[in-house]
């Protein structure tokens, strides 16, 4: 069993188009997140979720909106795809922000 | 502002020797966490090891160890017997107290020569 899963693994797609990326984690985890890392692998924190709340947003583009329609799912959708939003996009699940986080295998967002 | 850094952008090493990499945070409290992940190229984030700030014994997962210095604020991996399978990007993580969220290090490729 996948503790943390999202989907698509790759997702190739034109400039100005709107993708979604789904996870879910079966952990029973009350927070969730979503990084992005760059093309220097640096891992920057996007949105935290905590039971279906948002937490932080850390000055990402309103094209970017997460939801959470249970605490078990954070999904991510984008709107208007740019060039510089290609990247890694991780999800990640944890049972309390202070614990260490479980991470989804990636979503390789290319946007041509 | 709380940060994680990693200092050395490589590091290469012999199979089957010891190597150690270097991290140092920043923060204001008192109890804390501290992890280091393992990214392969396979891209998965694996969690190698983690440190509880009170505790004074530095924590181990078998070929793997800390070397936590809390004065110094810093958190080293030491990485025994190296195998191929540990190459990757090795990263160093704390959480930030109030702000819910794990901040990383830039982090360090390991290569490790046959």
């Known amino acids: 069993d996948t503790a943390v899963s999202q989907t698509p693994k790759y997702l190739v797609t034109q400039m100005g188009n709107d993708k979604s990326i789904k996870c879910e984690q079966n952990?029973?985890?009350?927070?969730m997140y979503w990084y992005k890392q760059d093309s220097k692998k640096f891992l920057k924190i996007m949105f935290s979720?905590?039971?279906?709340?948002?937490?932080i947003n850390e000055t990402v583009p309103n094209r970017f909106s997460p939801k959470s329609p249970d605490k078990a799912h954070l999904n991510l959708h984008i709107n208007s795809l740019e060039l510089g939003d290609s990247a890694v996009y991780f999800c990640?699940?944890?049972?309390?922000?202070?614990?260490?986080?479980?991470f989804g295998q990636g979503t390789r967002l290319t946007v041509v | 502002a709380q940060t994680v850094t990693q200092s050395q952008p490589e590091m290469s090493v012999q199979e089957a020797e010891t190597v150690t990499l270097s991290c140092t945070y920043d923060?204001?409290?008192?109890?804390?966490?501290l992890f280091w992940y393992k990214q392969p190229p396979s891209r998965q984030m694996i969690l190698v090891i983690r440190?509880?700030?009170?505790?004074?014994q530095n924590a181990t997962e078998n070929r793997f160890s800390v070397n936590f210095q809390k004065a110094a604020k810093s958190f080293s991996l030491k990485i025994s017997d190296s195998q191929l399978g540990d190459a990757a990007m090795y990263f160093c993580?704390?959480?930030?107290?109030?702000?819910?969220?794990?901040?990383f290090g830039q982090g360090t490729r390991l290569t490790i020569n046959p």
């Open positions: 440190q509880e700030a009170y505790k004074q």
């Open positions: 990640a699940s944890s049972p309390r922000w202070v614990t260490e986080a479980f």
């Open positions: 923060t204001s409290e008192s109890d804390y966490y």
């Open positions: 993580a704390s959480p930030i107290q109030g702000a819910q969220k794990l901040v």
């Open positions: 979720y905590n039971n279906k709340e948002l937490i």
């Open positions: 952990l029973g985890h009350d927070t």
